[in-house]
């Protein structure tokens, strides 16, 4: 993939280059927006650019994705490009979007690093954006393809048929084709994109897990209110203003779905970890294994601040019951009930079977604690798999 001479220059200047690729992404998304506003009032998520999240994941990806060619110049790391993928077709991006956001990437490297950037240089990470960007292009004009719609044209409208307020901070909504046609099917664990338009008349959009069974006429997602100041960050304005101003009868512009952690079709055991609001995509999960008639043993593990904290916790018993062969475990920081654990998800008492299928969701401290306790147990890491929700901080971080 990656030419010889490039990987010569890029393995020689990626440490130069990732030592400053915080100060590239933040001069980068300056120089963007202030030559496309339309695209943080309309495209990205403004509250993780205000925490400086979205940032974070860029520099992360652009990172792993060039070490890895260095690495390994004849391979794709498929796993993180099919990530990135699914949340660009889930928002509707499309190829020529991939030119613009090189015009001010690469103006922003050359301003940051300044006569380092050689034409050898510069040619060398032209190499490696081009293959990055061309490589989640073709993985994404797929994804169109596949739900048949045009590339960037991914929204139709829903209607709320109902809504229920699960806890203090979460409500689900109920959602069927405004139009009345049929809800397309989607796999056990995807989400979709969900755009609303705000006070100021940005049309912000939110990922959210479908936590309703694949075969559902109604489709569900499970909103939890962002109060950002308590978790270091700006109030969700998406999450707000449903909770606000989104009633039974309105209607709502949703995506097709999108997402790469689904259940996979298998007679293996499953285990299904989650915590806060990371259980929507395993009640999915859960409620496709239970119609279907899963035979195999299933793990399912959830960790919250408190009984009344923890959404659609009835449902999380109810559809552990339905199963031949299921278990259900709950952590809580507080007002634990008898028979439910104290304090942080822990595996030590717990049983994993051999050849145990673990899917994670939910604040990336509780997925590496929870991932390091499978490995200790014995559970291959190609048999973990995980669900970020907001951007994939995993990859700069992990």
Known sequence: MLSETSTATVRATLPAVGAAIGEITELF?????????????????RGNQNAGLQKQALA?????????????????????????????????????QYTVVHEHLFAAIVEILGEAVTPEVA????????LMANALTAIEERLYAERQ???????REWTVAARTEETADCTTFHLAPADGSPAPAHLPGQYVSVQV????????????????????????????????????????????????????GDTLRVSVPYGDLVLRDS???????????????MLSMLEHLADSGHAAPVTVLHADRSPADHPLRGDHRALTHKLADASARFWYEEAAEPGDGEGRLDLAAVPVPA????????PLPFMRSVREQLLAKGVPAADIHYEVFGPDLWLASA
Not at 149 to 155: C, H, T
Not at 224 to 247: C, F, I, N, Q, W
Not at 355 to 362: K, R
């Open 29 to 45: 998304y300056h120089k963007l927006f202030a030559a496309h506003p339309e695209l943080i009032r309309d495209l990205f998520n």
């Open 60 to 96: 992360g990806s652009i990172a792993a994705f060039a070490t890895h060619l260095v690495a390994h110049p004849d391979q794709r790391p498929d796993v993180m490009l099919n990530r990135i993928a699914h949340k660009h077709a889930s928002l509707g991006v499309t190829r020529e």
């Open 123 to 130: 040619a060398a990470w032209d190499e490696v954006y081009w």
């Open 149 to 155: 719609v045009i590339a960037g044209d991914v929204w």
């Open 197 to 248: 338009e705000l006070a100021d008349g940005a049309r912000q959009i939110r990922q959210y897990s479908l936590s309703s069974a694949p075969g559902s006429p109604v489709r569900a997602i499970t909103v939890k209110r962002v109060h950002g100041p308590a978790a270091g960050g700006p109030d969700g304005e998406v999450s707000h203003h449903l909770h606000t101003h989104v009633r039974t």
């Open 267 to 281: 007679t293996a055991p499953v285990l299904l970890a989650s915590a806060g609001i990371g259980c929507t995509p």
């Open 355 to 362: 050849g145990t299928q673990a899917y994670l969701c939910g």
